[in-house]
């Protein structure tokens, strides 16, 4: 028995997923005739509270389009540091949107307006007009961090002040409502246009969505089959997708525990260091300096336990609890952890 906690892409499709997925009703997708992916892009719209929405096979095609619509040429799009456009979507910012990024760094990974503020160029003779702001909500990298939603008030209200937009990478927005405790709507309001995962916490097995205007996701269609993701009978991976976004958004409460659970455990474990009380969701980053041990061999030694997690630096490890990690395994990775520290130290 593995316990995976590298991501929470991880997930394998329930058995009602499976049902659904073998008996979906489908269609030719690119001329809009599959009544599964309608029915999921029109609920998508719903919940998020958007006009719109379009399925499309990744959360980076999903971030690429947001990109694209938001801006043209040239332009520059203000981001955190360590945000997934920047670090993990091959550049595709630069290479689809012709954007430069100006990151931002934010030790909690959360952008203040005050800081976006500073970084918009004046229009000028040497300097790239900034054409959109990116916000990652949770952030992944900081370690699953929530904007509140005043924050995204007055960076929504400061952007739109100055006529740029903003672009949510929502990758894990279900996470940010679930523990923010209110409807995912609230938090999209803040945004222009939002992308979201349903093959993360969600569940699903492939696809993720982008929501906006009628106007934006109609272009969207386009840029989606330019990137190759215009799908035909896409309806047998809708039909998880509604499954993921209609039910699983309740499950996330049991994952975010269950990270809280394991950060505390780690936390009583000589030579790691993490503080519990800044888990907010299903992240966890610790530091694995103290043990003596690189990440790469803590993470080959976890492996020989049947315990799978991901160095992220020189330093620190990254463990993402998700659907098929229960409290029981997350208890049991955590004393494998501590096994491992225990054996370098002895
Ligand atoms: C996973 C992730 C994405 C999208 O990843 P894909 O593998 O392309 O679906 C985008 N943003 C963040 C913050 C992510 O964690």
Redesign the pocket.
């Known amino acids: 028995m593995i316990t995976d906690l590298r991501?929470d892409?991880v997930t394998k499709p329930t058995p009602a997923m499976r049902r659904a997925m073998a008996e979906a009703e489908v269609g030719d997708d690119v001329y809009g005739e599959d009544p599964t992916v309608n029915r999921l892009e029109r609920r998508a719209a719903e919940i998020l509270g958007k006009e719109a929405a379009l399925f499309v096979?990744?959360?980076?095609?999903?971030?690429t389009i947001g990109v694209k619509l938001n801006t043209s040429h040239g332009q520059e799009v203000i981001c955190e540091s360590r945000?997934?456009?920047l670090n993990?979507?091959l550049s595709m910012m630069a290479w689809f949107s012709g954007c430069l990024a100006r990151p931002v760094f934010a030790g909690d990974g959360i952008l203040r307006w005050e800081q976006i503020r500073r970084e918009i160029r004046p229009l000028g003779p040497h300097w790239a007009p900034t054409g959109l702001i990116e916000i990652?909500n949770?952030?992944?990298?900081a370690g699953g961090t929530v904007y509140p939603l005043e924050t995204l008030r007055e960076i929504r209200e400061g952007a739109h002040g100055l006529g740029l937009k903003v672009h949510m990478?929502g990758?894990?927005v279900f996470n940010a409502a679930e523990y923010l405790n209110v409807p995912v709507s609230r938090i999209a309001a803040e945004a222009d246009t939002v992308?979201f995962?349903l093959?993360?916490g969600l569940g699903a097995p492939v696809g993720?969505l982008i929501v906006g205007t009628a106007g934006q996701m109609e272009r969207g269609r386009l840029y989606r089959k330019r990137l190759g993701g215009g799908m035909r009978q896409a309806g047998v991976l809708a039909a998880a997708g509604l499954i993921a976004l209609e039910e699983h958004p309740a499950r996330l409460a049991a994952d975010h525990l269950h990270a809280r659970l394991l950060a505390e455990a780690l936390a009583r474990i000589p030579g790691i260091q993490v503080d519990p009380a800044k888990v907010q969701t299903n992240i966890v980053i610790f530091d694995v300096s103290g043990t003596g041990l690189a990440p790469a061999e803590f993470s080959r030694k976890l492996k020989e336990r049947g315990v799978l997690m991901n160095g992220i630096s020189a330093t620190q490890m990254r463990l993402v609890t998700h659907s098929d990690v229960d409290r029981g395994m997350a208890e049991q990775a955590a004393a494998v952890v501590a096994e491992v520290a225990a054996a370098v130290a002895a």
């Open positions: 991501s892409t096979p990744t959360g980076t095609m999903a971030n945000c997934h456009v993990y979507e990652e949770t952030h992944n990298m990478d990758a894990r992308s995962c093959s993360k993720s």
